[in-house]
């Protein structure tokens, strides 16, 4: 395996990735692992897609629907240990760990969270 060469030029780096001239906020985890997946993971999933590309804060590709300078980060991620108690749902660099969460919870937590940036106290189990 070839080393790849370490860049150090912020604007070649801007340029191979773009998102780096995004103003981001905050970025928003989705477990979509197996148990999660069994209440409801892709939906919640979906459903954050949803409601932060229709606001414009989705950051991403532009060709995707998205706003290449969004404030929020969604990412798709695996199991984080609320197998039993999910959909996981965390949200960074808050560090708040959210369980249970149903698709009807994700506007919720978008308003709420993200755009006011109050804890929806209800489903966080872990605020560091
Ligand atoms: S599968 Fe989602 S926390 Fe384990």
Known sequence: ???????????ELEKLAPMLKAPIKRQVFVCTGKSCSAVG?????AEFSRILTEKGLR???????RN?????????????????????????????????VQPEDAAEIVEE???????????ALIKL
């Open 1 to 11: 395996m070839a080393k790849p060469k370490f860049i150090t030029d912020r604007g």
């Open 41 to 45: 993971g892709q939906e919640v999933m």
């Open 59 to 65: 950051q991403g590709k532009e060709s995707k629907g």
């Open 68 to 100: 290449p300078l969004g404030e929020i980060v969604l990412t798709e991620c695996h199991s984080i240990g609320f197998c039993s108690i999910g959909t996981a749902v965390m949200v960074y660099p808050d560090g708040t760990m959210y369980g249970q």
């Open 113 to 123: 969270h993200l755009e006011k940036g109050k804890v929806v106290e209800r489903l």
